[in-house]
């Protein structure tokens, strides 16, 4: 099996929306997500809402035209971080510069254990100008151990809704050497 992998802009992932909801419900179904009808509402104002953002982009995977995984982020500039309910501020030196954030990933449960993750990841941080990139990461997922295999290395925690648990922020460097 072969996954195609396509970026997509703002206005392109709009259209795709209706595609991506339901995959998002079945990638977030299971523990430790159980995501409710109401986070999975919450998924689609988001993403329509992240489409306009600078740097915006998704990378949607397919095998044989069938939506599998996808996987999108957009740029905080210089100063900005992850928001919620309780968070850790940032470090100095990535709080300086432009950071890709990396929003979303979700691979349907089908399709796991395939190295699908790893190749949505990497397509969406190809030729990213920032010098890090950052995610939240649930500890005690599949995904949390994932990152940390990967590289991604803890620099705080954040609670991005009062109904959800703590979780990590996790970063990766983006280029060998860059200055910040």
Do not use: C
Not at 12 to 29: F, I, M
Not at 96 to 110: D, M, N, Q, R
Request: proline share 8%; net charge negative; no cysteine.
């Amino acid at each position: 099996m072969t996954l195609t992998l396509t970026r997509h802009t703002g206005t392109e992932t709009l259209g795709l929306v209706p595609r991506l909801k339901p995959l998002y419900a079945n990638a977030y179904s299971e523990p430790p997500y159980e995501m409710s009808d109401e986070d999975i509402e919450q998924f689609e104002i988001r993403i329509t809402k992240h489409a306009g953002l600078d740097g915006f982009v998704l990378v949607a995977g397919e095998i044989d035209g069938r939506l599998v995984g996808f996987s999108y982020g957009f740029t905080f500039p210089p100063g900005r971080w992850w928001t919620g309910v309780k968070t850790d501020p940032p470090p100095a030196d990535i709080a300086s510069g432009p950071l890709f954030a990396v929003i979303e990933l979700g691979v349907h449960t089908e399709f796991r254990g395939r190295g699908f993750s790893r190749q949505l990841v990497d397509a969406l941080l190809t030729d990213r100008p920032e010098s890090f990139a950052s995610l939240i990461s649930r500890p005690g997922a599949q995904a949390h151990a994932m990152y940390q295999r990967w590289g991604w290395k803890k620099v705080g925690t954040t609670q991005t809704y009062p109904h959800w648990p703590v979780e990590d922020i996790d970063v990766l460097p983006l280029h060998d050497s860059k200055s910040a």
